[in-house]
């Protein structure tokens, strides 16, 4: 290897470990010729962004910051969330939401409809990990109830399965472009019978350090109940969110599924719900048959009369799964019959009663992986942590952070069965003061997927809000390098 080549390794893997979201591997899974296997190695800087929280003027929202401490990370560095306009003008303004130190959650607030969307960046031992909820409660009118979602890092795809422009909903995707330069996007909407053949979602211009937001039923002029949303991005990246407000059961964010695959696990299903929709897309040529099935405490079962589904190439299906739940907590398992098709997936959950009624959405999510977080816990009877184990027995730690105002960190370990789900009762932090964070840690056993609900019932309606935990991304693989003098002879 000459010395170009070795500086090219070196400024690589300098790339990865400082952004978070590159992946560098060797080449050679021994590690030979590359000085042996890649090392993990924590992440020195995360971006995230907040999407616009409502436009109501009885909105009531909550930021809560959080980055778990992470062992060999570097020292220093801090994490700010401000304003998507400021970010580029480095204007001394107060910061929405400024940790202070790693190990305990930060939080910030905003009142009414001109919140804006928010643009962050962690550095040093605050970036491996970042994580931002966003949570928003509504008092009355369209989309009344409780709004949560995970800030998202920017990328350049993202799949909506579970939008709609029925006569009773007004969705919109947002738009972040936290970024120097303009992103240009390309919104398409897929209802049941294929491709909106509308042009007005392509080549949408959004501004350097800007928010957009969409209303989807502009996008067209067909009423669908359910519809996928694909937004790629041809030039620059955004952070995208899909909010959906109902005129009858309240509204939530709906977050990108995880990437089109051949099997999908959707976790965290509320026992209480009253009815639940899933609604599924396979963005390829070929139609994918899927085997349903429905892990709870007790193991896995195949729900009667939904054994199978039937996804259509390119058209958006969906299914009502009824009470599936039916008492207990689960999760939905999607693996194909036959040949592997790939496709997205999200639920829809409602729960309550007549016109108390509130709705929240499950996409599709990958494993914990490393570690996961879910921010903005309040009291251990609003909060809910489903984890499930579709395919091995695994043994998982979960620590509860720090109170933002005051309180000790605390742990326990749980065991989950293989092919089932176990709503826990998560630990609370000693002497806990304000919110706290839940940190969800794999320890031995399969692959875990998890989920957190938040409630917050006011009035007689029972409103809530479920966000996946997928993994972190606290650290990335970072190959060793060496100078090989041998490559050069003859």
């Known amino acids: 290897m000459n010395r170009t080549t ?28 590359t000085g042996g296997r890649a090392a993990e190695l924590p992440v020195e800087r995360t971006s995230l962004l907040c999407p616009a929280p409502s436009t109501s003027d009885l909105a ?3 930021y809560t910051s959080f980055t778990p401490v992470t062992k060999g990370a570097v020292s220093g560095g801090q994490a700010r969330l401000v304003p998507a306009g400021q970010q580029a003008a480095k204007k001394a303004g107060k910061p929405v939401v400024e940790p202070q130190a790693p190990g305990r959650p930060a939080t910030g607030d905003s009142s009414g409809g001109d919140a804006p969307a928010l643009a962050g960046t962690a550095e040093g031992a605050f970036a491996p990990g970042w994580t931002v909820q966003e949570t928003t409660e509504v008092a009355a009118g369209t ?3 409780l709004a949560g979602v995970t800030c998202t890092a920017p990328d350049t795809e993202f799949w909506f399965p579970g939008a709609s422009t029925a006569a009773d909903r007004t969705d919109y995707v947002h738009l972040t472009n936290p970024d120097d330069s303009a992103a240009v996007v390309d919104v398409e909407l897929y209802g ?3 491709a909106w053949k509308s042009t007005a979602g392509e080549g949408v211009t959004v501004k350097p350090h800007t928010s957009e937001a969409l209303l989807l039923s502009t ?17 620059g990246r955004v952070g995208a969110a899909v909010q959906a407000l109902d005129d009858k059961i309240g509204g939530d964010w709906l977050a990108a599924s995880a990437d089109p695959a051949d099997g999908l696990v959707l976790p965290g299903i509320p026992e209480d719900a009253l009815a639940v929709r899933l609604v599924l897309f396979t963005p390829g040529d070929t139609d994918a048959d899927l085997k349903v099935r429905l892990t709870s405490p007790t193991g896995t079962i195949t729900p009667a009369g939904h054994e199978t589904v039937h996804v259509k190439a390119g058209m958006t299906t969906a299914v009502d799964l ?17 040949r592997s098709v790939p496709v997205v997936a999200a639920l829809r959950v409602v729960r309550g009663k007549d016109t108390d009624q509130e709705m929240a959405f499950i996409p599709a999510t990958a494993p914990v992986g490393t570690r996961a977080t879910a921010a903005g816990n309040r009291t251990a009877k609003d ?18 952070s720090a109170g933002s105002e005051g309180g000790a960190a605390a742990s326990k370990t749980y065991t989950v069965k293989a092919g089932t789900t176990q709503a826990v009762e998560a630990p609370v932090p000693d002497g806990l003061k304000g919110t706290y964070a839940l940190t969800v840690e794999p320890v031995s056993g399969g692959p875990v997927y998890a989920a957190r609900t938040l409630r917050a019932a006011k009035d007689g309606v029972p409103a809530f809000t479920v966000q996946t935990l997928p993994d972190d991304r606290g650290t990335v693989a970072v190959p060793k390098a060496e ?7 003859e």
Do not use: N, Y
């Not at 070795?6 to 010729?33: I, Q, R, Y």
């Open 192 to 194: 049941k019978d294929g």
């Open 383 to 400: 909060t809910t942590l489903s984890l499930t184990a579709p395919q091995g027995a695994a043994q998982v730690k979960v620590t509860a």
């Open 322 to 338: 009824a009470d599936i739940t039916r008492g207990d907590a689960g999760s939905l398992l999607l693996t194909p019959t036959g």
């Open 6 to 33: 070795l500086s090219l390794f070196a400024g690589v893997a300098a790339l990865a470990a400082v952004t978070g979201f590159a992946v560098v591997s060797s080449p050679d899974a021994t590690g030979a010729g």
């Open 143 to 145: 989309g009344r109830g």
């Open 483 to 489: 100078e090989d003098l041998s490559v050069l002879q």
């Open 219 to 235: 996008l067209g002029d067909t009423e669908e109940d359910d519809l996928t949303v694909h937004v790629t991005v041809r030039s």
């Open 60 to 62: 009531e929202t909550e």
